[in-house]
């Protein structure tokens, strides 16, 4: 009565989960941190460029409606924040641009930190001051201190949160009136369902 059965448990297990809403851009933001941390930045910065949308399309006025309700405004939300999301980071590069060119003082700064940090890099491995020898983690430790204190006299903390509270504005304004379906339909049509209507 009793039978050995053979069963087959070879292969894998994909215990991933599609991620949607702000969960997904959590994951997202994970990622870029990583490949920015592998020295990807740079090319990661022209990739996101590459995808941006035409300037005639981000502000067609004819394109501008209220939402019909929160549930609508929610994905309305996250389909521009996809779509334009290389547009918003031009926007937001423009506005920090327009603050360093605005502010002589932090331009300066700015730039000294820059050639600081080129000269250091391009410096001996270690730098002897008086009796202290100090190593590349040190010197690079100090000019970042340096940098920080100099920032701080330019009034980098006003301008930060200038341009931050000028993006997310401008963002969040884009982002909530401009209508998505007008916009091409996406590849995905489960993660952004446009067709209902309340």
Known sequence: MTENVNIDLSGEINATTEKKGFQKYVTDLESIMHHLRSGAGPALLMGVLASRRP?????????????????????????????????????????????????PLL??????????????????????????????????????????????????GAVLFWVLGATVTVVALHASFFDAEALPAPEDSDQFPMIEQV
């Open 55 to 103: 300037w005639t399309q981000f502000v067609a006025t004819e394109n501008f409606k209220t939402p019909g309700s929160i549930p609508r405004l929610t994905r309305r939300f996250y389909r521009n924040l996809e779509y334009f999301q290389a547009n918003y980071l031009m926007v937001s590069l423009g506005l920090f641009l327009y603050c360093l060119i605005t502010t």
């Open 107 to 156: 331009l300066i700064a700015t730039i000294a930190s820059f050639f600081g940090y080129r000269k250091l890099t391009s410096g001996p491995n270690t730098l002897k001051i008086g009796n202290w020898e100090l190593t590349k983690t040190q010197q690079y430790m100090v000019a970042g201190g340096c940098s920080m204190i100099l920032c701080w006299l330019a009034g980098v």
